[in-house]
């Protein structure tokens, strides 16, 4: 586990900016515009 040592926070970051774009397009799509009607 020597080798992915150095990756780990790298991974951490790659999540949480995954977690947070999915959060961020989740809430534009309902916070936003409500262009899109069909959800309902």
Do not use: E, N, Q, W
């Not at 977690?19 to 262009?35: K, Q």
């Amino acid at each position: 586990m020597d080798y992915l040592s150095p990756y780990i926070p790298i991974l951490v970051l790659l999540l949480l900016t995954g977690v947070l774009c999915t959060a961020i397009g989740v809430l534009a799509t309902v916070l936003g515009p409500r262009r899109i009607t069909r959800i309902k």
